[in-house]
């Protein structure tokens, strides 16, 4: 995060915050320094020594982090100073090695390059996260794959459903955001293009250069995206996504969580106490989701309002990327630390699903009873008929009962089976079963390299 806040530890995540901090950031230059110098050696372009004695010093990361943060209001580039400090070191070692450090490259080659090492460490963070978020659904799933509830649609009580069927559609999401997480992680390019773009300052050696740091940094070679920004866009639009899934999952388990509804309790003992109110356990988890999703578009809109890379540097709208993205990271991590921790445990009332099920007198089935009458009266009769026997109010059921159309069509058994909420899930089980096969399938590794 930009500023040390009280807030931090709630609606961010300090484990990504660090992968993003002044240290990491200049660590991960260093690393693409390093690659650089090596990479340089390996074609013969400087001196064997000179690159061991620059990857020394890129190792032994003694750089004065206040003077880089200092420097960097004046030059607005911390590659600036950060190379003025590692030449003085190199020198101090070896001064005819200090001549090859940052050889032929620019400014903006160390700082995406060095945002794509940070990417994919916090890429990696919260896929692991997800993995472990996914892995407690999971159990969720096959725990109450049998248990019925009500739909609710529009925010009202409509038809019957399942309550695994409710958990599985969250998990399929999650599955869906770490594969495309790892993937993302997988493909992240180097830059590496010089000051221009164009790596003129290694004549023919560019592309071959480009290739063997790549392969050091574990990043894709490709061509120079200067001001080409896709990279950038696709990365954020995949983080804003994920959070957004995420953020949907918050949103419903606050809506269980209600004291009108009660459905569900998040995990995490000891939370979510009020201050003014003994009585209260607030559902503190999926707040910090909601909230960490109504921050995410705004910084998804300054990745994407810096579309203006003007010409071959821009001025201004790289600039505004760097924290955004940061942030962006911060944010979706928090997010799905939350969700993890809300599912470790998370309790689900039966009896509630079960009371809200039954609250309606048998009006949720009425679809169910709708479809039973109409191969015979047609979906428009049997739809009048429905509603003239919701009409009556009353039992339900009685109400059907007294409709010659119904007993013309349904004997007693027929009638009280489409009354019959477990025979009203349709396909539902079906899908439990392909998400719970998708995710036995899915490389959900949980610890982070």
Same mark, same amino acid.
């Given at each position: ?5 009280? !807030? ?18 200049? !660590? ?27 990857? #020394? ?37 070896? %001064? ?63 038809? /019957?459903?399942? $309550? ?24 992240? /390019? ?19 250069? %480009? ?62 106490? #009020? ?28 990745? $994407? ?48 699903? %079960? ?68 025979? $009203?899930?349709?396909?539902? /089980? ?9 995710? !036995? ?9």
């Amino acid at each position: 995060m930009a500023f040390d806040s009280l !807030a931090d530890e709630y609606l961010g995540s300090t484990r990504m915050a660090a992968l993003f901090d002044a240290r990491a950031t200049i !660590a991960a230059m260093l690393e693409f320094e390093a690659a650089l110098a090596a990479a340089l050696a390996e074609l013969g372009l400087i001196p064997p020594q000179a690159a061991a004695v620059i990857a #020394s010093c890129c190792a032994a990361n003694a750089l004065d982090i206040d003077g880089l943060k200092q420097a960097l209001v004046h030059s607005g580039s911390a590659v600036v100073p950060l190379v003025e400090q590692l030449t003085a070191q190199v020198g101090a070692r070896d %001064a005819d090695a200090a001549r090859y450090v940052h050889w032929g490259s620019s400014t903006q080659d160390v700082t995406d390059s060095a945002l794509m090492v940070q990417a994919r460490a916090g890429l990696t963070l919260i896929a692991a996260t997800l993995a472990a978020a996914s892995t407690h659904l999971r159990a969720v799933v096959v725990s109450e794959r049998h248990t019925p509830m009500v739909a609710r649609t529009l925010a009202q009580h409509a038809g /019957p459903s399942l $309550f695994g069927y409710k958990a599985a559609l969250w998990l399929d999401a999650l599955l869906d955001a770490h594969a495309a997480l790892v993937a993302q992680s997988r493909h992240l /390019p180097l830059q590496f293009g010089g000051a221009t773009g164009t790596l003129a300052a290694y004549g023919m050696h560019g592309r071959a250069l %480009a290739e063997i740091i790549a392969h050091r940094l574990a990043l894709r070679p490709t061509r120079p995206w200067h001001t080409e920004r896709s990279v950038i866009r696709r990365l954020a639009a995949e983080l804003a996504n994920t959070g957004q899934s995420v953020g949907k999952i918050g949103h419903d388990l606050l809506l269980l969580q209600q004291s009108e509804v009660e459905e569900v309790r998040e995990g995490g003992a000891g939370r979510g106490g #009020s201050s003014a109110l003994p009585h209260k356990r607030n559902p503190v988890t999926a707040i910090a989701i909601v909230a960490g999703a109504g921050r995410v578009p705004g910084q998804l809109a300054t990745v $994407f309002g810096a579309y203006a890379h003007d010409h071959e540097r821009a001025a201004g709208a790289w600039h505004a990327e760097w924290q955004a993205l940061r942030e962006l990271f911060v944010t979706v991590a928090s997010m799905c630390e939350h969700l993890r921790a809300a599912l470790d445990g998370l309790q689900v009332d039966r009896a509630a699903l %079960a009371r809200h099920l039954a609250q309606s007198g048998g009006r949720s089935m009425a679809e169910a009873v709708t479809m039973a009458l109409a191969p015979q009266l047609g979906r428009s009769a049997a739809q009048s008929v429905v509603k003239r026997a919701l009409a009556r109010g009353g039992d339900f059921a009685q109400a059907l009962a007294a409709e010659p159309e119904v007993n013309a069509v349904l004997s007693a058994a027929e009638l009280a089976r489409a009354l019959d909420p477990a025979h $009203f899930v349709g396909a539902a /089980p079906a899908f439990i079963d392909d998400i719970l096969a998708r995710c !036995a399938r899915a490389d959900l590794a949980e610890d982070p390299p």
